[in-house]
């Protein structure tokens, strides 16, 4: 995975709680938990479910979530 940002924090899934259109997904790492709104598309595409790891990309004010595939 290669990305500009410089904040990228690994984890585990925790939770990812589903809406009409958006999902709140929960990230784990080690005791501090980081929850990113992302699509429901994105969530399919990227194919995240709990207990797996994740990433907690940062750059500004909004947080993206990256997975090795």
Do not use: C, F, W
Not at 5 to 18: S, Y
Request: neutral net charge.
């Amino acid at each position: 995975m290669k990305l500009s940002a410089r904040n990228v924090l690994p984890g585990t899934v925790v939770d990812i709680a589903t809406g009409a259109v958006t999902s709140h997904v929960r990230i784990d790492m080690g005791g501090s938990i980081v929850t990113a709104a992302i699509t429901n598309d994105a969530v399919r595409e990227l194919g995240l479910a709990v207990g797996e790891r994740a990433y907690a990309v940062i750059k500004a004010s909004d947080v993206m979530v990256g997975k090795d595939q």
